[in-house]
């Protein structure tokens, strides 16, 4: 999962050169001035913007380099949102690939020189995420941008794009070193991924005018034309694109695009007030669309989102997984949401670390493991022998350990209320508590949530972010969900815990100390809902740290006075949640019956069209996974680009347990 950085040095004018292509990132004369001339002009931008009809236009670009082009377009659609701030577009996607990509002090270096980009540049620093494969997602909110940037070969990333079947694309920016320089970019492929993913219309600018350029995009169905070139270049391409049909989804029952789009008109029902529903909401309202949600408690976070604190950190294996990947890009896109978060609002946190003790042989075995296959980057994860785990814990552990430093512990509740109140400030918010809803009903133009109350609420999309309350609803009948009980101690500091400086992880987590106490836990009994807290499970919590930490004097002795919390987590068999559209589940099990006889999955139809959704079954993992599957539905609902690459989109869509069932003759 991690990628190599590029290695670059500078010439006499200060221009970056990549090592490995021998080329330049940016022309010598002037880096800004031939973005605009080759890219922004050769797409005719900002001109379509202003004819543009739709709320979001997407660029996506082949070659992030310095992320020169990204800050020049940044800065262009802020521009253009000031002078038109009633104009429909509201939201500029900016979608790159990076196969190597600049260390932050290279990036750094390369835009010194380009004052006039220093904030946009500034702005980017604060986010650039670690060298890590796949889709880093950063939102740009005051300048009304989002930057997908994935990392990663352009021809394994692009196939990855899940993208409406009228295309993605509004304009492309060809990047990238030159064909004689870097032909490996430059082939069929990458041509014939363009043509799929481009809407009718979508345009293409680019430096080169090489005849392997120009043939290949022809050959994909693009108009070409020849525009006089940039300084000392004489000639580049640029061309437009039009569709014939709609394009083939690679695997048709997990797609995504099935009912028509939420926009700023819209009104979407979010049913529940813990993370999940908070996240989603918040994601909305970014998008300007108005949200009710609706509460079954008299208080938002009141489940497992009301314990005090959590500790936040990924949950990583040795190897890539599906399940590994899910969980570092949703950490590192929720660190980034939080830290911002922070800035905002009163929110009691500590990005403190969390470490993770070796605490017997096999764990210390899988530890070494992760280490020594080196998937991840040191920045993500590390190792820690016993004597700098005492000193980075601040207590004695005396055990090797893994360490997580973009972690740290946060307060569920204060996120959850944070999310709302930004919310609020985004777009029209009500937050109606007291509303445990009955039933959920649905035809062709709206949807209608009935409450117990008797109130009953109409929208044109819901959103099921109901966490272990699920388990009552008919729309997941079909679902094998698994509620499981978790009781977590709230120990009262004292010597020598109040000098614990992270978060520590072994069976159970202990934290650093927030109003005076320590969350500890935590028990994990499954389908007990029962939410009163238990002695024996106190008993139960304290032995297993016991067990866990032996060789720790300070851990035997440590006095807890009972006071503790139980809520109740939701997941399902595969332990990862379900993100996507909910819909009846049975008819979708009709509808992909015919799978059981032996036909291929790209021949099944695509699923049926569904106004509800869900956002559920984060199980324990909910402060690292909410805040990007929330970001992924609101993308999904708005016909917007999806920030996870299908393989992982698959693994998190309600309908693969029906897909699956179906291919195996269990329908």
Not at 552 to 573: F, K, N
């Amino acid at each position: 999962m991690k990628t190599t950085t590029a290695q670059v040095h500078f010439n006499d004018s200060g221009t970056p050169v990549a090592d490995h292509f021998d080329d330049v990132y940016f022309s010598n004369d002037s880096g800004i001035d031939e973005t605009r001339h080759v890219f922004m002009s050769g797409n005719d931008l900002p001109e379509r913007w202003h004819t543009h009809t739709g709320e979001s236009f997407v660029i996506a670009e082949t070659g992030f380099g310095t992320g020169l082009n990204f800050l020049v377009a940044m800065q262009a659609f802020h521009e253009f949102r000031q002078a038109n701030p009633q104009h429909v577009l509201k939201r500029l996607y900016f979608l790159s690939t990076e196969k190597f990509p600049l260390a932050q002090k290279d990036m750094q270096h390369a835009l010194l020189r380009f004052t006039a980009l220093e904030h946009e540049a500034t702005a980017l620093a604060t986010q650039y995420p670690i060298a890590m494969e796949g889709c880093h997602r950063m939102n740009f909110a005051n300048y009304g941008v989002t930057l997908d940037l994935w990392m990663g070969d352009v021809h394994a990333l692009l196939p990855q794009w899940h993208a409406p079947r009228r295309g993605l694309v509004d304009a492309w920016f060809l990047d990238g070193f030159a064909p004689s320089k870097n032909p490996d970019m430059w082939t069929a492929q990458l041509f014939s991924e363009m043509a799929r993913l481009s809407v009718e219309g979508c345009t293409f600018g680019t430096f080169t005018a090489a005849g392997v350029v120009k043939r290949g995009l022809k050959e994909a169905g693009f108009a070409i034309q020849k525009r006089p070139g940039f300084g000392r270049k004489r000639d580049m391409l640029t061309g437009q694109y039009h569709r014939d049909a709609p394009s083939a989804p690679s695997s048709p029952p997990y797609y995504r695009f099935a009912a028509d789009a939420v926009n700023s008109e819209s009104h979407v029902v979010v049913v529940g007030g813990g993370l999940a529903g908070a996240a989603v909401t918040h994601a909305l309202a970014s998008r300007g669309i108005r949200t009710t949600v609706l509460v079954a408690d008299e208080q938002v976070a009141q489940g497992a989102s009301g314990n005090p604190q959590g500790g936040f950190y990924p949950q990583l294996h040795s190897e890539a997984s599906h399940a590994s990947q899910i969980q570092a890009h949703t950490f590192l896109y929720a660190n980034r949401l939080y830290r911002g978060l922070a800035e905002q609002s009163s929110l009691r946190h500590e990005f403190c670390g969390v470490m993770l003790l070796g605490f017997n042989a096999a764990q210390q075995a899988r530890q070494h493991k992760l280490i020594t296959q080196q998937v991840w980057p040191e920045a993500l994860i590390h190792g820690l022998d016993a004597t700098e785990a005492d000193t980075r814990a601040g207590v004695t552990v005396n055990s090797d350990a893994l360490f997580v430093p973009l972690g740290g512990w946060l307060s569920p509740p204060d996120v959850v209320a944070g999310l709302f109140e930004q919310a609020a400030h985004l777009a029209p918010t009500v937050i109606l508590t007291g509303h445990k809803v009955s039933g959920v009903v649905s035809d062709e133009r709206h949807v209608q949530v009935h409450c117990v109350n008797g109130e009953t609420v109409t929208a044109d999309h819901v959103i099921m972010a109901t966490g272990a309350e699920s388990i009552t609803s008919a729309l997941f009948e079909p679902l094998a969900l698994r509620p499981v009980r978790g009781q977590v101690e709230a120990v009262p500091t004292q010597s020598p815990l109040d000098q614990l400086q992270t978060v520590l992880c072994h069976k159970g987590y202990l934290t650093p100390a927030c109003d005076g106490r320590h969350a500890l836990g935590s028990t994990y009994i499954k389908n007990d809902t029962d939410t009163r807290p238990r002695a024996e499970e106190s008993t139960q919590n304290l032995a297993t740290h016991q067990q866990a930490m032996a060789n720790c004097d300070w851990m035997e002795h440590l006095q807890h006075d009972g006071t503790a919390r139980a809520a109740v987590r939701l997941g399902v068999a595969d332990h990862q949640p379900l993100v996507g559209a909910l819909g009846e589940l049975d008819t979708h099990r009709e509808h992909y019956a015919s799978l059981a006889s032996g036909k291929r999955v790209e021949t099944a139809p695509l699923p049926p069209a569904s106004r509800v959704s869900a956002l559920t079954a984060l199980g324990s993992r909910g402060l690292t996974t909410a805040p990007l599957l929330a970001e992924l539905l609101a993308s999904q609902l708005c016909h917007d680009p999806l920030p996870l690459p299908e393989p992982l989109l698959q693994a998190l869509n309600p309908n693969r347990f029906i897909v699956r069932d179906c291919i195996r003759g269990k329908c």
